[in-house]
């Protein structure tokens, strides 16, 4: 079941007779999927693969339906050279994003293009009925798009929380009740089956911005997200940080903000800096200074841009939080780079120019460049669109392999 937060990799999975062939088609085949269209000589340029090597590794690709031929090159002197890329229509993915507000979903080809999407506001106060919300635009998706079961190779799932893969469960996600429930990784694992893959989604968020946002070749970055919730995703070495156990960049455990008249309890399971700093907070600071029970978050930015003193001091204050948890990301990690996401995030023209300043003010150390997201609140759906479409061609290739070594009578395990 695909519902660990790694996958294996082929350069140390591979085993067995013909393992260095295999080994030489994932190579072929990743440098196809980041470079397409492209010819048997160039890859063979950038693989270091000889000629003959990369040839029966594109017609084994070919024969297996996972890549194809695109045309030839012309304008050289010469014959014209085949153009090969990765054929996305093997299969196709979704990625979903369940949040507290919204429910959130894309179904995408192996080449990472949305093909359709679905919004709704979230049933986040049942986690069943949540499960069944999913369920049922999945479906409608599939049916939509005349897509079978069969050919959904991928499913990504990004929720706050962490997944916990030694008791199948979701845990630490404080804005979804009932979300960490046992039965719950089980009704979607009985639903979508071994192609299903649980994520944090702030994790994902950073994987979106990073395919498609201001992350894009940027090797070190996080990516802040405060609105309902508060978390973070990291980039380091261009890759996703997860940590030991999948909870690097919880950072709404620091212990940054004043708890007010909070429980420690309360505190303590959904984490100092968020119990300060998320919308709720703030909601609660503009209505316990009279701004009104029906105040919201939009209330409170549109009356600081108006000039109202009350809902300016709200957003000093907010942006103080932000610097003092934003110390020990700088003093930690080193970013490049600061993204900021979320419904509070996202108020670039308060946000940024100030958390700037007062960073400068906490700490001595070189600053990143602060900015809010390119990809808004597409962020997370668009980081699980990648990582399934890695998903997606891992489980391609080795439904691929196990077939040719059922046929060709070779043992050695091989990845699923």
Not at 18 to 34: C, I, Y
Not at 181 to 203: A, H, K, Q, W, Y
Not at 358 to 381: F, K, M, N, Q
Request: hydrophobic share 40%; aromatic share 4%; proline share 5%.
């Amino acid at each position: 079941m695909t519902t660990t937060v790694g996958g294996p990799s082929y350069s140390t999975a591979l085993r067995g007779p013909g393992s260095m062939r295999q080994a030489n088609e994932w190579v072929v085949l990743e440098r196809l999927r980041s470079h397409a269209p492209v010819s048997a000589p160039e890859l063979a340029s950038d693989t270091g693969l000889s000629r003959p090597t990369v040839n029966l590794a594109l017609a084994r690709l070919e024969e297996d339906g996972l890549v194809r031929q695109t045309g030839r090159r012309t304008g050289n002197a010469g014959r014209a050279a085949r153009l090969w890329e990765p054929h996305v229509d093997t299969g196709r993915v979704i990625s979903v994003d369940v949040g507290a507000q919204w429910v959130r979903l894309a179904l995408a080809d192996l080449g990472g293009t949305v093909l359709d999407r679905r919004q709704e506001p979230s049933r986040a106060r049942s986690a069943t009925d949540l499960v069944h919300q999913i369920s049922r635009l999945v479906a409608e998706l599939l049916e939509s798009n005349e897509v079978t079961r069969d050919q959904l190779l991928s499913t990504v799932v990004g929720s706050p929380g962490i997944y916990d893969p030694a008791s199948r469960r979701l845990r630490h996600a404080y804005n979804l009740p009932g979300w960490d429930r046992p039965t719950i990784v089980g009704l979607l694992t009985d639903e979508f089956g071994d192609s299903i893959r649980f994520e944090n989604d702030i994790d994902l968020a950073a994987l979106g911005e990073q395919a498609a946002g201001l992350g894009r070749g940027v090797p070190d970055f996080v990516y802040l997200s405060v609105g309902s919730g508060v978390g973070m995703g990291t980039i380091t070495g261009g890759r996703l940080h997860r940590g030991a156990r999948g909870a690097a960049g919880e950072i709404a455990f620091l212990l940054v903000g004043d708890p007010g008249e909070k429980t420690l309890e309360e505190v303590r399971l959904r984490g100092a800096f968020e119990s300060a700093a998320a919308a709720d907070a703030i909601v609660a600071a503009a209505r316990d200074a009279g701004m009104g029970e029906k105040c919201s978050v939009e209330d409170v930015f549109t009356a600081a841009r108006a000039g109202h003193s009350v809902a300016s001091a709200i957003v000093d204050r907010e942006v103080d939080l932000l610097a003092r948890a934003l110390v020990a990301v700088v003093a930690l990690i080193d970013p490049q780079l600061v993204v900021l996401g979320g419904g509070v995030g996202s108020h670039a023209e308060f946000l940024l120019e100030p958390l700037g300043r007062r960073l400068a003010e906490l700490v001595p150390l070189p600053l990143p460049e602060l900015a809010v997201s390119a990809v808004g609140e597409d962020a997370t759906v668009t980081g699980g669109v990648a990582q399934a479409v890695d998903e997606a061609w891992r489980r391609a290739f080795g439904a691929c392999q196990r077939h040719r070594q059922e046929a060709e009578g070779e043992e050695g395990p091989w990845p699923r």
